[in-house]
């Protein structure tokens, strides 16, 4: 967007209202400084001059004027600038990027879904349905588009260890993975051959099982090896909004196996770009793992072809053009 000429600026509030206590008293002040010192938004390389970056305690509603757009990107934010800021409902937009229930009463999440002149954005046809559901309209749906020269094949599938499984591990109960840790457990009981690997932005529990290879915070550079050294990622959810990592493995060459959890569903489909199981139970686990720890070449042209219909749907260049079109429509429209 800043390469075609939009001026875009980044807002990292510190209030108490977006991010809770995390903030407070003189820690956190200083904490508060640190973030904008040492730039921790660089996991993005943003080059353009386009693009500021303000790490702030607050916005007044007179700041806001100075906006064309004013994008939420959590539940959170959009409280804050629907609530605090009071902005004008005819420049805000609600990036929905999850059913975000862990921090907030479902009753206020479901109002925040509920207006009726606000732009939502989302990145799934679940969320579509959730927010339609609770009253609002969805403007634009951008499936998350992968960076294709971040993620990439550059060990073929079929030159990869046969039995090797990857996880992203996440302590979050909606993320599903203490069943898959039984699931695993017990098949390392049965048989010791199978390789397991995870990554976390989450550094290992003390009682995690030893056998299973462990990454913390990996780059990207290092996540899309860690992602080509295995056949197979496995996505554990209840519930995701889009699932981003079943679809960097993807794009990555690893074949998906997931739950039916909404978002990933989007872009895996049963035996034609993955394999859904039909219910998250733990012989579910256990019992695809297993299977597909005895396949080798015969799945080699789905893991191919899996894939590149995958990284199609998920073009990035696609979604640029979609939004780009959209916000030009937005703001020709507000001007007129």
Known sequence: MASVGWQIDFIYLTNRIVCYNRFSGLVGK?????????????????????????????????????????????VETFIYA???????????????????????????????????????????????????????????????????????VNIPWNERDRASFLFLYHPSERKGCDLLLRAIQKIHEVDSSIKFSCFSAYTKPENFPSFIHYVYQPTVKQLNNLYNENRYFICSSIYEGFGLTAAEASFSGAIVVTT?????EQFIKNEVTGFVLKERTLNSFMVAIMKLSQKDEELNLFAIESSKKVRIQLDLDINFKKIDSYFKARYNNKRN
């Open 30 to 74: 200083i904490k508060a400084k640190l973030f904008s010192l040492l730039k921790f938004y660089k996991w993005f390389d943003f080059t353009s001059s386009n693009i500021n970056h303000y790490v702030i305690k607050s916005l007044k509603k007179r700041d806001i004027e100075n906006f064309n757009i004013v994008i939420c990107s959590s």
């Open 82 to 152: 629907n609530s605090s800021c009071r902005v004008n409902h005819k420049k805000l937009v609600y990036f929905v990027q999850d059913y975000e229930n862990w921090n907030i009463p479902e009753n206020i999440l479901n109002y925040t879904l509920s207006h009726k002149d606000v732009d939502y954005i989302t990145i799934s046809d679940d969320l579509v349905k959730k927010i339609t559901k609770m009253g609002g309209d969805v403007s634009l749906t951008l499936y998350n588009g992968i960076n294709k020269n971040d993620f990439f």
């Open 260 to 264: 039916r959890n909404g978002g990933v």
